[in-house]
């Protein structure tokens, strides 16, 4: 096909986040260069059956098709668009005035994250719109789905607990350690204040959080959790509602998920920055899980409503996405809310991921006690830094005193985002640009050692192992006014 053809057919221009070109994947939309890039995976998204009553996206009532004749898809438009232009594709489809479509959207997005529309369409109804708004899309795509990045709780969870619980009532009759120090139990919060093994059973902090709000993008947070309070004794909760996108004015946790994060990053016990605002997001369900179309509802909220300095902590992952993709990186790039993400949980390239696979998002793979990659963990260019993520205590779901063990990339990451706080506390104005770069540069060079199993190698050496020598070595470190050995 010659250059500069114009194509209409099963084709998806989608911006590849390394080189920032287009390129093409398997689905419907309009193409003016010739197609050279790999595609990417497409997929059927989570089905979710209600829509968000938020204010700034309009919601139309969706029209079901036929019964195996439609998918859930998601529809990017250039970002100068008329938002008119997309209620009239809605209203047509809604009514079928001209028989043109027998779907229907199920979303308006017109906020400032980006421009499009969620919709239940058939592959014919996608053809149509293709070709009737080809000046104005950019990208096409099944509304896929997005999950939390923890694994089931591990075999030893019954041991880790009962060991917390020994230590916990060990530090509660140990001295005070002064204003820079906290007799501590999870040994993640005792890993990030050293640079090398073995752990001092204590964990040393320069700052709180305070003034920093943490959008916790998640299942939701049991908000009422003791782990929560104030540090001196203020009656109330630093967990507090935000939004859901399931329209029920609901952002209570019911999966356990957002409960373990929040309070990693917060938690009076578990948390890093003890005295930061945690704020419920909830766009997972039940079972952890999100649409594209759920995810970049959240952002947009958070976009809108954001305290700032603001972070927004996210512990999901899925297959690249151009939505949520823009969603992310206009989140950071023209609202200045730094991302904290999971690298992911499948042992595969962290850049092929969302959102950790956005250019301007800090994502974190994980550790175990013994500063070794955890097997699972996403690797690559893009895995800003390591973080404890294997057999972590936090906050439980079961009742205002429980206490959970979990173990992922999804544990990484409320490190991460608890070290940005403290950061952001001391440098309010800072942008999400700074912040990576200051995590970055303050983490532990080249003390992470390969996982025990040995399939993969950070060096890149070994017979038959995986070789992940893109990606950096860097575990996160929590005194960022302390220079690395290197520098001293």
Not at 150 to 166: D, F, G, H, I, N
Not at 447 to 457: L, N, R, T, V
Request: net charge negative; charged share 15%; proline share 5%.
């Amino acid at each position: 096909m010659l250059a500069g053809s114009l194509v209409v057919a099963l084709l998806l221009l989608t911006l590849n986040p390394a080189s920032g070109r287009l390129r093409a994947t398997q689905t419907y939309t309009v193409s003016r260069t010739p197609l050279d890039k790999p595609q990417i995976e497409t997929h059927k998204g989570f089905a979710i059956g209600q829509d968000s009553d938020y204010r700034s996206e309009a919601t139309v009532q969706a029209k079901q098709p036929a019964a195996g004749t439609a998918d859930r898809w998601v529809l990017v438009f250039k970002q100068d668009t008329a938002i008119r232009a997309m209620q009239a594709l809605c209203t047509e489809a809604q009514a079928a005035a001209r028989g043109r479509f027998s779907g229907s959207c199920t979303r308006l997005h017109t906020g400032t994250l980006m421009r499009g529309l969620s919709g239940i369409f058939t592959a014919t109804d996608i053809q149509q719109i293709s070709r009737l708004y080809q000046d104005s899309l950019l990208a096409v795509e099944k509304d896929g789905t997005f999950q939390v990045d923890q694994e089931p709780s591990p075999s030893s969870s019954s041991s880790v607990l009962k060991e917390a619980e020994r230590q916990q009532a060990a530090a509660s009759s140990a001295p005070a350690t002064g204003s820079t120090g906290f007799p501590t139990t999870p040994w993640g919060l005792d890993m990030i204040d050293q640079r090398t093994l073995p752990l001092d059973h204590l964990y040393h902090y320069s700052g709180l959080g305070s003034g920093v709000h943490v959008y916790m993008v998640d299942t939701g947070i049991r908000l009422t959790h003791e782990d929560f309070g104030h540090m001196d004794g203020t009656p109330g909760s630093r967990a507090v509602a935000g939004f859901s996108v399931f329209g029920d004015n609901n952002s209570s946790d019911c999966y356990g998920h957002g409960t373990h994060t929040a309070a990693t990053v917060g938690g009076l016990t578990y948390g890093v920055a003890k005295n930061a605002t945690l704020v419920a997001v909830r766009a997972l369900d039940c079972f952890g899980q999100a649409s594209y179309t759920n995810v970049i509802t959240a952002l947009q909220w958070v976009a809108d409503n954001a305290q700032h300095p603001a972070i927004v902590s996210t512990s999901v992952a899925g297959k690249y996405s151009a939505a949520v993709n823009q969603a992310v990186q206009s989140l950071i790039d023209d609202h200045g809310i730094t991302v904290v993400a999971a690298a992911g949980n499948d042992n595969e390239d962290a850049c092929q991921r969302l959102p950790a696979g956005a250019p301007g998002a800090i994502a974190v793979g994980a550790v175990d006690s013994q500063m070794r990659r955890w097997f699972s963990s996403n690797w690559g260019s893009c895995a800003a830094l390591h973080a404890p993520g294997v057999d972590i205590i936090s906050a439980g779901l079961a009742s205002d005193t429980a206490s959970a063990v979990k173990t992922g990339t999804s544990m990484a990451v409320p490190h991460a985002s608890g070290v940005a706080a403290l950061y952001l506390e001391a440098n309010p104005g800072a942008s999400p640009a700074d912040v990576k770069e200051q995590l970055v540069a303050s983490a532990t060079y080249d003390m992470i050692q390969d996982d025990p199993a040995g399939g993969a190698s950070l060096e890149g050496i070994g017979s038959g192992m995986l070789d992940i020598s893109p990606t950096p070595n860097r575990l996160l470190y929590s005194m960022l006014n302390k220079q690395r050995p290197s520098e001293t």
